[in-house]
């Protein structure tokens, strides 16, 4: 069975504080890794990292999947009250539906 | 264009009732996914739809749970003889192929009395 665990569950900070979120995967056939952010009922899409695209960036956020180690890294720069949310990962594997993890908590405070 | 929309927003029901969740994807998308996510929990998977048909009904929680879709567009899921734990925000996304980036609705949130 696929399985996504997430660390930490939650996370306080200040802005302009950096963070690093942390996801790691076991999934047969691995196909994609998916970043959403969940503020209030739908998650967002943030980024998709495959095999042959490992790095995403836009913006503060950017992301990193290190395939050797089955985990990916989610890293918000000089954060705002507005990051605040659930930012939920996901793995596609070799069955067509996505696998999410818990997600992490983050809340920014002014 | 439109996103994918959900209704109703909010659906409160008492035990024993039977409700239809609707899901309206992108339009052109061929894949339709349900989910449910319930309070602390992530997103559990339940049904996908590859156009009209059903390839993978793994997450149904029970006999219970059904979902169809028609046309290639709209999808009901209905919960039959609702339980208190089927309270939860029952999600909908859909890609235009699969596996491709899914896109989600808001919810419907269910509360089972």
């Known amino acids: 069975e696929d399985k996504v665990v997430q660390s930490p569950l939650s996370l306080v900070v200040h802005e302009g504080d950096t963070v690093t979120l942390n996801c790691s995967y076991e999934?047969?056939?691995?196909?994609?890794l998916l970043w959403y952010k969940q503020e209030k009922k739908a998650p967002t899409f943030l980024f998709m990292l495959t095999s042959s695209g490992i790095e995403k960036k836009s913006g503060r956020l950017s992301s990193i999947l290190d395939k050797k180690e089955l985990s990916s890294i989610l890293n918000i720069t000089a954060t705002q009250t507005g990051d605040s949310a659930i930012y939920l990962c996901a793995v596609g594997g070799s069955n067509y539906k996505l696998t999410f993890g818990k997600g992490t908590l983050l809340t920014v405070n002014p | 264009g439109a996103g994918v929309s959900q209704s109703p927003s909010n659906k409160v029901t008492e035990k024993g009732k039977d409700v239809e969740l609707r899901c309206d994807p992108i339009s052109g998308h061929t894949a339709l996914y349900w989910y449910r996510q319930s309070l602390g929990q992530g997103l559990e998977f339940l049904i996908y739809f590859q156009g009209n048909s059903a390839p993978d009904k793994s997450g149904l929680p029970s006999d219970r749970f059904s979902a169809e879709r028609t046309g290639g567009s709209v999808s009901t899921l209905t919960i039959q003889r609702t339980q208190q734990e089927d309270s939860a925000v029952y999600l909908c996304?859909?890609?235009?192929?699969?596996?491709?980036?899914?896109?989600f609705g808001p919810g419907t949130r269910l509360t089972v009395l």
């Open positions: 999934v047969t056939n691995f196909r994609s």
């Open positions: 996304a859909s890609s235009l192929v699969t596996p491709d980036t899914q896109y």
